[in-house]
């Protein structure tokens, strides 16, 4: 910098340090903001401070959801929906690793110089550590998820100070709402979002008991994944799989590990980014693509040849599952484990598929974290719930 150049205003701010209090206290999801000079502008950008999906859309993708059409209001402002899977899969990806092939595509090809992405750190393979990965290397050693909070956006000071001007960041629902919210401040040319949809996400604390209370062999899991066949799939390190239905957890023991800001978060969909990569709404196997705008067709284009893809379908009715699943979640209902195995038979035969399971999870998951908002936060309700969630939530019967 020149002597006659001034530093922009958020230069001056202070990120908080490490371990202290956060503006959005008990609701911080550690998006990383707060941990750089940004969090200048954390009352506007927060995403547990101030409720703005609907603005963002506009600002993003020209439009914000038309909530009187079914898949804008599940799935947010969309130009395409498929399924997809890579012909020749990534090794250790969490699925098949289209979004880390589509970011070393656009680093091989000049399209950006930068990617914030997360990889683990030494000491512990589901520890978040997040980068600004120059090469296709760093990226792939991002692969798989770390499914713990993680605070991808404390990278950012680092993105300004390095000159990049085009740039791609990777990321979940909280962090790309903050992102968007100081996007304009970047000073870059060209920003790409490409996002994944993102649920009951858990402290590092919260992780281990969640794979110590359901895993036969914490130590060992290497990867997991909620499936569209209504079970947990653990992957180990020797390469064996385990399988736990959804109806065998230990819900008495799980209720309180989920992390207070996905208790109360309505952005599962990943409403902002232009891209977003993930499976619920696809067969079992299958990858799940949402192109929200022009710019998120140009970075599918991107690995098109290197993708098989079937159109999205849909079967079943969730309503009755959903229903039901509410006073069982809110009375933590644990289930003996022949049961659960039987129920998990009956259900992947009869259940919802593709987009119906997508919208079982969702009606799912903001009935609960409705519920959660009103009973720990009852002044924040009617702000922080968006009204494309009040509408989902408003189809069913739920307890006070
Ligand atoms: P890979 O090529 O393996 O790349 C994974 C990318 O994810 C990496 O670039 C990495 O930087 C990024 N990443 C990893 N951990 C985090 C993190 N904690 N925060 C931000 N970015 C991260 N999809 C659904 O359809 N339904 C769900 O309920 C669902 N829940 C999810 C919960 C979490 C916590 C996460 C991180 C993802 C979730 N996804 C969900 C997305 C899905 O699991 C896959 O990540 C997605 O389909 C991409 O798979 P891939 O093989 O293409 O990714
Ligand atoms: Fe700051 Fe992000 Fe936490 Fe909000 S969620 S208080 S922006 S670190």
Known sequence: MTSLQQPRSHQKAKALK?????????????CGLCDTYYIHYVKEACAFLNEQ????????????????NSDDLYFGVHQDMMAARKKEPIPGAQWTGIVSTIACEMLNQGIVEGVVCVQNTKED????????????????????????????????EEVERSGMKKLLVIGV?????????VEKQMGLEKLYVLGT????????????????????SPETVV????????????????GSTETVPFFGLKTNQLKDIFAPSCLSCFDYVNSLADLVVG????????????????????MLDLIQDQLDTQPVSSKGDRHQAVQQSIPAYDKAVTIPMWAAKMMGVVIERIGPK??????????????????YVKRNYPEKLDNHVPDFAKRIVAQYKLPD
């Open 223 to 238: 990867h997991y994944e909620f499936m569209q066949d209504f079970r947990v799939h653990f992957k180990h390190e020797d």
């Open 53 to 68: 999906i609907a603005n963002l859309e506009e600002q993003a993708h020209g439009r914000s959801r038309n909530l009187d």
């Open 173 to 181: 629902g909280c962090q790309i709402q903050a992102l968007r919210a």
């Open 279 to 298: 499976y619920m709404g696809a067969p079992f196997g299958w990858q799940w693509i949402v192109v929200r705008n022009d710019r998120g067709q140009e």
């Open 18 to 30: 490490p371990g202290s209090r956060r503006p959005a206290k008990a609701l911080c999801s550690e």
């Open 125 to 156: 393979r589901f520890g978040p550590m997040p980068v600004l990965a120059r090469t296709p290397e760093e990226v792939l050693a991002a692969r798989v998820n770390k499914p713990t909070l993680s605070p991808n956006l404390s990278v950012l």
């Open 197 to 216: 949809p993102c649920v009951d996400n858990v402290t590092r604390a919260g992780l281990q008991k969640f794979l110590e209370t359901t895993s036969r």
């Open 354 to 371: 593709g987009l119906e399971y997508a919208r079982f999870s969702i009606d799912s998951h903001y009935t609960r974290n409705y519920l």
